[in-house]
Nanobody, 126 residues
């Protein structure tokens, strides 16, 4: 059974860091781009970042550029999202998802994804 499981969320103070993990089971990540989305209360789910199947291409939303870094370890079948300089407005449930393709074109379009994790809560507050 194909599954994506996020972990690493939690409560952190403004300016702090967290690293989220997205572990895949039931399929190999090698051939697919993986995206991270987030959804804050009362807001639409938005695309945050994407990494191509090879890891050679990464994309970021303007709101996180320079603060978040996406990476992948295909040997561990895992994708990571390193989040630094966190702000209260980063508070949301974070989801990873598998794109149908190997590239990140249109990664912010939820229709391009076929599998989603259950999400992990990130709260940035003092």
């Amino acid at each position: 059974q194909l599954q994506l499981v996020e972990s690493g969320g939690g409560l952190v103070q403004p300016g702090g860091s967290l690293r989220l993990s997205c572990a895949a089971s039931g399929f190999t990540l090698d051939y697919y781009a993986i995206g991270w989305f987030r959804q804050a209360p009362g807001k639409e789910r938005e695309g945050v970042s994407c990494i191509s199947s090879s890891g050679g291409v990464t994309k970021y939303a303007d709101s996180v550029k320079g603060r978040f870094t996406i990476s992948r370890d295909n040997a561990k079948n895992t994708v990571y999202l390193q989040m630094n300089s966190l702000k209260p407005e980063d508070t949301a449930i974070y989801y990873c998802a598998k794109l149908r393709e190997f590239h990140c074109s249109g990664y912010y379009d939820r229709d391009r994804y076929d599998y989603w994790g259950q999400g992990t809560q990130v709260t940035v507050s003092s």
